[in-house]
């Protein structure tokens, strides 16, 4: 049997107190989704200061990333539909996560290149997420 990770441990601690609440798996989601865009539009400014705001959002955006499905999983409100909008959220933020760096980094030596390489990339990322099966399970 293998052990969770100590952030999905965490993330299981902290929301199971929702567990008999109105918040649904998908209200987290969205929360990690905004907190995502967040972070990507922070890292598109372009200056230290919000690229270190940036980088602090999107780690906790990936550690809210845990708590859907850890509440999910408690309450037994896991749903195909939640599934794939976890999955697109993700893909979402990583996309734009590469972008907003690209964008943010427009005025250094790389010029527009740096934006080019941004979406590159983070289209690149994307083709890593696990494509989901109609069942809910996913698949590389």
């Not at 902290?14 to 905004?34: A, E, G, I």
């Not at 999983?73 to 996309?95: F, N």
């Not at 996560?97 to 590159?120: D, R």
Request: proline share 3%; hydrophobic share 45%; glycine share 10%.
């Amino acid at each position: 049997m293998t052990t969770k990770p100590w952030d999905a441990r965490l993330a299981g601690w902290l929301v199971s107190p929702l567990k008999d609440s109105w918040v649904t798996p998908n209200h987290l989601t969205t929360v990690r989704l905004v907190t995502g865009v967040l972070a990507t539009a922070a890292l598109a400014v372009g200056s230290y200061d919000w690229a270190n705001i940036g980088a602090g959002l999107f780690v906790l955006s990936n550690f809210l990333d845990h708590t859907d499905g850890e509440l999910a999983r408690l309450s037994g409100k896991s749903s195909k539909w939640g599934h794939q909008y976890d999955l697109v959220s993700d893909a979402i933020i990583h996309i734009l996560l590469f972008v907003g760096i690209g964008y943010g980094l427009i005025n250094s030596q790389l010029g527009v290149w740096a934006l080019v390489m941004g979406i590159v990339s983070g289209v690149i990322c994307c083709c890593y997420f696990p494509l989901a099966k109609r069942d809910g399970t996913a698949t590389w």
